[in-house]
């Protein structure tokens, strides 16, 4: 099992830039893919970015693309979400997720591939 602690969230005014945080124990992290997921209220769980094992690969959905950075720190094992040019939209709970199996082809941005979830963290952006 991995324990996973998400932090960096808060209230930001629209444009500026919050960097989230997933911390790691019990498992190395970089021996999997781990993605982000936000949860707004009354809608469903949305995937928001990924990043392989090997760290090259990353994924991102189109509202984020340019504005969002996802990576890697192994030494600290800890993945990243950096948040750029906040919308009022991308205000969510913001969830990190890992896939011990990324070798059975799940679907990165699907909620069922996913094994594990941190307890999430609120990103509110005010316009």
């Known amino acids: 099992q991995v324990q996973l602690v998400e932090s960096g969230g808060g209230l930001v005014q629209a444009g500026g830039s919050l960097r989230l945080s997933c911390a790691a124990s019990?498992?190395?992290?970089?021996?999997?893919?781990v993605a982000w997921f936000r949860q707004a209220p009354g809608k469903e769980r949305e995937f928001v970015a990924d990043?392989?094992?090997?760290?090259?690969?990353?994924t991102y959905t189109d509202s984020v693309k340019g504005r969002f950075t996802i990576s890697r720190d192994g030494a600290k094992n800890t993945v990243y979400l950096q948040m750029n040019s906040l919308k009022p939209e991308d205000t969510a709970v913001y969830y990190c997720?890992?896939?011990?199996?990324?070798?059975?082809?799940?679907?990165?941005?699907?909620?069922?591939?996913?094994?594990?979830w941190g307890q999430g963290i609120q990103v509110t952006v005010s316009s």
């Open positions: 990043i392989a094992r090997s760290g090259d690969n990353t």
């Open positions: 997720a890992v896939d011990f199996a990324p070798d059975m082809g799940g679907s990165v941005t699907s909620v069922p591939t996913y094994d594990s």
């Open positions: 019990g498992r190395t992290l970089s021996r999997y893919t």
